[in-house]
């Protein structure tokens, strides 16, 4: 597992994999934080294929082309905001990792790239969205080889990194 599970700090449309993950609103409209990073790195293009989707429900993903992105798709997910626990937040948080999971297997990719999804304007406390984004994902990666192979978990801030780290560390140990 730990050959197909990185964690990188940087910034996501740098990264150079099949799909980046986007921490979307559920209207798909560009918005801030890391969707408006995507957005502005993608082009235009890609709001007008979000306009076309309509929308995503909370805790699924949609995917489309990623434009001028390295990255070939960009998978849409729309993360919780935080009521402080008991709305739910979990659950949606690991369907959003999952769902994304088996949208880039539907579609044959390789290699995606997660944000950490619901921890900046959606306030989702760093640590436990971490353990949830790990857990979430190794429960929904197939056999190796198969697609997705390789996941990468990229952190905006050193501290982000080191949730990550740590909750790979805590689950593989
Ligand atoms: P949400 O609304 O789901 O909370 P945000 O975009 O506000 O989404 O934040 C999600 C996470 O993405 C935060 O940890 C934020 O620091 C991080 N982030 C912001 N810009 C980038 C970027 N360019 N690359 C990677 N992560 C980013």
């Known amino acids: 597992m730990r050959d197909r599970l990185s964690v990188v700090v940087g910034d996501i449309t740098k990264l150079e994999v099949d799909a980046i993950v986007n ?5 798909l409209l560009r918005g801030g934080g890391v969707d408006g990073a995507i957005h502005r790195a993608a082009g235009p293009e890609l709001q007008e294929e979000c306009r076309k989707i309509g929308g995503c429900p909370t805790g699924e993903a949609r995917i489309t082309r990623g434009y001028r992105l390295p990255a070939r798709y960009v998978i849409h ?4 905001v935080w009521h402080g626990g008991n709305k739910g937040e979990a659950d949606l948080l690991a369907a959003c990792y999952r769902n994304s999971i088996l949208l880039a297997n539907a579609h044959g990719l390789s290699s995606m790239g997660f944000p950490a999804i619901s921890t900046g304007i959606y306030g989702y406390p760093a640590d436990e969205a971490a353990a949830i984004a790990v857990r979430a994902t190794m429960d929904a990666l197939p056999e190796p080889g198969a697609s997705p192979d390789k996941v990468i978990f990229c952190c905006f801030s050193e501290e982000s990194a080191a949730h990550h780290r740590a909750a790979l560390d ?3 140990q």
Not at 23 to 27: G, L
Not at 77 to 80: D, E, L, N, S
Request: charged letters at 10%; hydrophobic letters at 50%; proline letters at 8%.
């Open 77 to 80: 997910t729309v993360g919780p």
């Open 23 to 27: 921490a979307a609103n559920e209207q």
């Open 170 to 172: 805590a689950i593989l």
